[in-house]
């Protein structure tokens, strides 16, 4: 294939043409169309424009030209998956499978549906989100909410089915509702939404962490929870890769206790990590529930990254998550042990062209200290 970085002329124009999407976006879209609403309805809106575009055959062409930005060096093999390049959109924003087409226009180089749940999750009373840019952070609230596990993973695996390049993983939680069991009934709804999802993605990760459901966090409230989950778990034939979404907040010796559990099940890579709990230090209205994105998880989240790399070495792959904007903090979090990286708050804060800005920075950053390919710069300040 032909590389964007190895033409003198489509190089040009990809970097001009991200410049205008960060001006167009920072002084023309965000004031007046995405931050002059409330942040519920410029979700809304947001996904209806993924709808509306998808099917655009000339402007999927036009944002592809403009905005993918490729080369070799960022290119990448994780888990037996071979990615363009290590960033994925992170579970909790496209909920319903409804990005797909755009993200893999724009160049991502995978995205992580859902979280969704086996049976259709109204989630939590609105508003679900909350701007704290000051932060460069949003207070999320959402519970789950989405469409039921039968159709997101039909629509992803039709997604990663038509996808140029872009690898598509689901993420499956338990549903938040009112029959919300016992453990039991827990552990029978996640194997509910994996055996819909055994086969149909590139990946699937198993979110035990979601903060802001009736249930809590039960399978990471003790390891014995944890081990009974992986135990119904690894019945299910599954060809993909799993991966666990982690908690941010636990003491390191609880945590360890877990990943002790998920080292003897079929689990290859680890999501690290969910949102904030801890708002110490922040000035944060007492009645807004749930949990921190973006800037509040960044430092915490590289800690656990290198904690983790150093006590398990490769026995997990790591998708790092929390707080990057810019490519040197997408290199912070490699170098620190991540393999790929996921966000979300940079596309509302920064702009969906944020994504070219990322590969086209960590590609400079990997060149300039002497890596031919990021999986080498995967932790080398440990």
Same mark, same amino acid.
């Given at each position: 294939?032909?590389?964007?970085?190895?033409?003198?002329?489509?190089?040009?124009?990809?970097?001009?043409?991200?410049?205008?999407?960060?001006?167009?976006?920072?002084?023309?879209?965000?004031?007046?169309?995405?931050?002059? =609403?409330?942040?519920?309805?410029?979700?809304?809106?947001?996904?209806?424009?993924?709808?509306?575009?998808?099917?655009?055959?000339?402007?999927?062409?036009?944002?592809?030209?403009?905005?993918?930005?490729?080369?070799?060096?960022?290119?990448?093999?994780?888990?037996?998956?071979?990615?363009?390049?290590?960033?994925?959109?992170?579970?909790?924003?496209?909920?319903?499978?409804?990005?797909?087409?755009?993200?893999?226009?724009? %160049?991502? %180089?995978?995205?992580?549906?859902?979280?969704?749940?086996?049976?259709?999750?109204?989630?939590?009373?609105?508003?679900?989100?909350?701007?704290?840019?000051?932060?460069?952070?949003?207070?999320?609230? =959402?519970?789950?909410?989405?469409? %039921?596990?039968?159709?997101?993973?039909?629509?992803?695996?039709?997604?990663?089915?038509?996808?140029?390049?872009?690898?598509? $993983?689901?993420?499956?939680?338990?549903?938040?509702?009112?029959?919300?069991?016992?453990?039991?009934?827990?552990?029978?709804?996640?194997?509910?939404?994996?055996?819909?999802?055994?086969?149909?993605?590139?990946? =699937?990760?198993?979110?035990?962490?979601?903060?802001?459901?009736?249930?809590?966090?039960?399978?990471?409230?003790?390891?014995?929870?944890?081990?009974?989950?992986?135990?119904?778990?690894?019945?299910?034939?599954?060809?993909?890769?799993?991966?666990?979404?982690?908690?941010?907040?636990?003491?390191?010796?609880?945590?360890?206790?877990?990943?002790?559990?998920?080292?003897?099940?079929?689990?290859?890579?680890?999501?690290?990590?969910?949102?904030?709990?801890?708002?110490?230090?922040?000035?944060?209205?007492?009645?807004?529930?749930?949990?921190? $994105?973006?800037?509040?998880?960044?430092?915490?989240?590289?800690?656990?990254?290198?904690?983790?790399?150093?006590?398990?070495?490769?026995?997990?792959?790591?998708?790092?998550?929390?707080?990057?904007?810019?490519?040197?903090?997408?290199?912070?979090?490699?170098?620190?042990?991540?393999?790929?990286?996921?966000?979300?708050?940079?596309?509302?804060?920064?702009?969906?062209?944020?994504?070219?800005?990322?590969?086209?920075?960590?590609?400079?950053?990997?060149?300039?200290?002497?890596?031919?390919?990021? $999986?080498?710069?995967? %932790?080398?300040?440990?």
């Amino acid at each position: 294939m032909s590389y964007v970085s190895e033409s003198f002329w489509h190089d040009a124009v990809n970097k001009a043409t991200t410049d205008l999407f960060t001006f167009g976006y920072k002084h023309i879209i965000k004031p007046n169309f995405v931050f002059n =609403v409330p942040p519920d309805e410029a979700h809304d809106r947001m996904i209806t424009f993924c709808q509306l575009t998808k099917n655009i055959t000339p402007l999927m062409w036009l944002e592809r030209q403009m905005l993918n930005y490729t080369d070799p060096v960022l290119e990448t093999t994780v888990m037996g998956v071979d990615f363009a390049n290590p960033f994925g959109l992170s579970a909790g924003l496209d909920k319903n499978c409804e990005m797909p087409v755009l993200l893999d226009n724009a %160049g991502f %180089g995978f995205e992580t549906v859902g979280s969704t749940t086996s049976r259709v999750c109204p989630g939590n009373a609105k508003p679900w989100f909350h701007r704290l840019p000051e932060y460069d952070s949003m207070m999320v609230h =959402v519970g789950l909410a989405n469409i %039921g596990s039968d159709t997101v993973i039909e629509r992803a695996e039709q997604a990663w089915t038509k996808a140029r390049s872009m690898q598509i $993983s689901v993420s499956i939680a338990r549903t938040n509702d009112s029959l919300t069991g016992d453990l039991a009934e827990g552990i029978e709804d996640y194997c509910i939404s994996m055996r819909r999802a055994a086969g149909r993605t590139a990946m =699937v990760e198993v979110n035990v962490s979601c903060p802001n459901t009736k249930a809590g966090e039960p399978f990471t409230a003790s390891p014995d929870n944890l081990d009974q989950l992986f135990t119904a778990l690894d019945r299910i034939d599954r060809p993909q890769p799993t991966l666990v979404k982690l908690p941010l907040n636990k003491p390191w010796a609880e945590l360890k206790d877990l990943l002790d559990v998920l080292a003897e099940h079929n689990v290859q890579g680890l999501s690290i990590a969910n949102l904030q709990k801890d708002r110490t230090g922040l000035a944060i209205p007492h009645d807004w529930e749930g949990g921190l $994105s973006g800037g509040p998880t960044y430092r915490a989240s590289n800690d656990l990254i290198r904690q983790v790399r150093r006590e398990y070495g490769d026995r997990f792959a790591i998708a790092g998550i929390g707080g990057v904007f810019i490519p040197e903090q997408a290199y912070a979090k490699i170098r620190s042990g991540a393999d790929l990286v996921m966000f979300i708050s940079a596309l509302m804060y920064r702009g969906p062209q944020q994504i070219t800005v990322l590969k086209r920075g960590l590609a400079e950053l990997l060149k300039r200290d002497g890596f031919e390919h990021v $999986s080498e710069a995967v %932790g080398a300040d440990l």
